[in-house]
Each structure stands twice: as C-alpha cells, then as structure tokens.
C-alpha cells in the first residue's frame, strides 16, 4: 500500500516538476524512498526507517525552505532591496519606444512602500484576516450545474477600431477587453483544471468559446495575482507567441521567466505603477486578498486589479478582492467607470474579508459610479460552497433594487459598449 502510494506521488512529483509547482510534493519526498526502500528490502526495520524519515524530512525542509527563500526572486535578488531604507528596487521594467524598425528598451526602478513588504512577504493596507471564523452558510448546494453551459463559439476574433470598446468573456475571471485598438487579455486559464496537477482539483465545467490557437494576436496579457485560477501554466505557454506584452504585480514575474517568458516583455507593477502603450494607460491598483501556489508560503508575491484608460473609455477589472475603500481611491483618481468588470463568485461568509459578498459587489459598484458592470469569477470552476449560479441571480437581483445596470452575456459573446443594454438574457434560468 505505502508502496502504491510512493508511486503515485513520485508521478505526482514528476508532472508537478513540469509545472514549477513541485516544491509542494516535497514533504512527500521521505514517503516515497522509504515506500521503495520497504519494496525491495523486507529487512528494512520500523526503527531505521523512523531514523531515516526524520533524517530525509529535515533534508527536504531544509531544501524547501531555501526554496521558497529564493522562488520569488526577481533579475537581481530584489528581497533587500524591497526592505531598505531607499524603498527603490531593481527590478526592471521595461518601457518601448519604436526607433524606426528598432524597439528600445528603457529601464526604469520601481518605488514600493517599506509597511508593504516586510521580511519577505507582502502586506494587505489594512492587515486582514483570511478566514473570518464565520460558519458558511452555505449547504447541499448545486455547485457544478447538470446541463450544459450554453456559449457562444467563435472561430476568430476581429480587431476592434481604436474608438470601439468590446469585451468577451472566457468564464471565470479569463476575459478580452478591446480597447484603444488593442486586445488586452485577463487571468488567461484555458486548462480543464485549476491546480498544480492537470487531472486533479475544481475541474471547468464550461466550454471555451475559441481554441487558444485561433486566439487573436494579444497587446497585454494582464494577471492580477498567482493563485490556480488566474495564472495557468499551460496557458501562458501555449499563448505567450501571441503576447507582446505583460502586466503583473511584483514577484509575479519570477513565475514567467521560469517558464520561458522574455523579460524584455514583463511589466513589473507596484500599486499604482502605469504602463502606457500607445494611447492606452494600464494602472495596477490595491485590493484585499492574498497570493501563494503552495499552501505555508502565502503573500511572496503582490495582487492587484487594473484599470485601463484611453481617451474615451475608463475600464476596471478588480481582480479577486474583499470590499474596502480602495474603490473609492480609484473612483477619486479615474472618476466614473464606463465598464467594471467586478469578481462575483466563490465568496462565503467564512472567507469574505479577501471575496466580495454580494452585497459588498454593489457597495463597490456604487462607489465606482459604474455606468455597466459585468460580473466574472463565476460560471467555469467551483472554489466555494454556494449554487453555481448563485452570483449571477444575486448581482441581477440586487442590481435592479438599486437601479445599477449588469449586462449579463454568455460565455463567447462579443459585447459592444455601444448597446451593451442588449445584453441582458437570464440564461441561465434554462440551465439544468
């Protein structure tokens, strides 16, 4: 059984190596050797077998430990530097300038806040608690839907003139915003699953609209934070020949160069950081949740929404966030939004200092002055306890009491700004 057991880690071990997500099977590297070692010697005793467990599992700590000390370093060691006196960093970003048929790169520092990365990791501004203590509510609720998804497939996706605003959502958080004549790709994950391990974990129970390969050519590729459901291996793979450019939050960086990404494409972003391509203003902003792909190391890198701005339009993207005055902060500095596009899903009472509930998502959509909103986070993966469908009836419902507008489009629909009032089908009323 232990034998069985070895092996099944070991491939786990294997495939997880693949992903970069491999320092979370190494507690389970003592199991393993002495799994095989009890295989093939019977003499292997219980006594020199608790002798060699604890001295592999000190090893593998020690090896863990040094790790994560150095998993989410950037270019050039940032952790001290992040800490010091002078707050600036070296990390690089890197701003282009067309010279004739030559991209210059610019470097330039990034300022981070001292009280925001203290001893290695990141700080929520205020400190929240993850878990509230709170019992769900929630019971025997239907959370992955018996029929079909309905979605809109598309074979391609034709560029939007620099004056049109449209948007397409991929269900979860995945979404495409047109903007400025640019395409700017969200939290891009098209695998079946959300974990580190591609046949195990909160399994999509939607279908993709488009197959990532008839996928249109991608200005941003924008992340907000480095949890499973938004930032996916495979994807980032399988798309980055299509990316000209990356936005992500500090430490998120280190993810991509691992797989391959070229750094002379990566924004690095602190809060309230801008890039600006053409006539296109990308702004990180603050939020209230957390980071981490192995459980004991949260928080080593940042989070963060995105605002996106041109001449006409000033679009928001939250991110994954509890409710708090930074909608206000970025009401105060973009004034009202044109078009939000709000997490909505996998919240609980037990957790809602880093998930809206849904009364908070329409706190927030008023302290926005949200012109249209539509909701994400909801209708691919479970990561809760409620109804699948719970945020979609909770937002349209409360909405409407409150006389804020929620276009409501199925998955693959191409939503124009300009009647974005036609998109507002209760769909899925005729879901099993």
Sequence with gaps: MIFAISIIYLIGIIVTSLLSANAFYMMFIPVIIIGILQKLSPTFNTRQMRYLFSVILALSFFINANQSKNQYETLEQIDDIYESETVKTKTIDYVKELKGQEIVYYERNITIKKDLYKKGIFHGNPEIQLMTGQKSEYKNEEKVPKGEIPI???????KAKNDELKWIWFGHSSSLLQIEGKNVLMDPVFSNYTSPVPFIGPKRFSKLPIDIENMPNIDVLAISHDHYDHL?????????????EYCV???????????????KKIHVMNWWDEVKVDGLTITS???????????WRNNTTLWSGYVFKNDKYTTYFTGDTGYGNHFEEVYEKFGDIDLLMIEDGQYDKSWSNIHMLPKDGIQAMKDLHAKWTVPVHWGAFCI?????????KQITTRSQKENLNVATPKIGEIVDYSHIETYQEHWWENVE
């Design 232 to 244: 996916d291996y495979q994807t980032i793979k399988q798309i980055d020949e299509k990316v000209k």
């Design 285 to 295: 902003t603050p939020g209230r949740h957390f980071t981490g792909r192995v459980p």
């Design 249 to 263: 939050p500090l430490g998120i960086e280190k993810h991509l160069l691992r797989w391959g990404v070229n750094e």
């Design 152 to 158: 809109h497939k598309l074979k391609k996706i034709e």
């Design 384 to 392: 809760c306890n409620h109804a699948w469908d719970d945020p979609i």
